[in-house]
């Protein structure tokens, strides 16, 4: 059974940085997609980063336009983790954070549609504030 589990939420003052991670157990994928998505109170889930990898391959990324620069993404081989560097924040960026999985091994792109992921992690809280 593929289980996401995310780590690394917290509270900082805006402009600070956390890092969170998404570890993978249950399955070693040697092709997936994996996308870091968000939920402000109120708000629909809405996608941030993603990243798409095949064993032997670069890795593709995407991210959303608000917050590409600042939330970088990147995978731990060895570690079978995904991880949202997210950077420069500011409390709009307040939300639960989730990790997703597609381990559909034709994927050929990062979706930004919540469908599209077949897995989905517990979420990790951020909150910016002063």
């Known amino acids: 059974q593929v289980q996401l589990i995310e780590s690394g939420g917290g509270s900082v003052q805006p402009g600070g940085s956390l890092r969170l991670s998404c570890a993978v157990s249950g399955r070693t994928f040697s092709r997936a997609a994996m996308g870091w998505f968000r939920q402000a109170p109120g708000k629909e889930r809405e996608f941030v980063a993603g990243l798409r990898w095949s064993v032997g391959s670069t890795s593709s990324t995407t991210y959303a336009g608000s917050v590409k620069g600042r939330f970088p993404v990147s995978r731990d081989n060895a570690k079978n983790t995904v991880s949202l560097q997210i950077k420069s924040l500011k409390p709009e960026d307040t939300a639960v954070y989730y990790c997703?999985?597609?381990?559909?091994?034709?994927?050929?792109?990062?979706?930004?549609?919540?469908?599209?992921?077949?897995?989905w992690g517990q979420g990790t809280q951020v909150t910016v504030s002063s």
């Open positions: 997703a999985g597609n381990g559909n091994p034709f994927i050929t792109y990062v979706s930004r549609t919540i469908a599209a992921y077949d897995y």
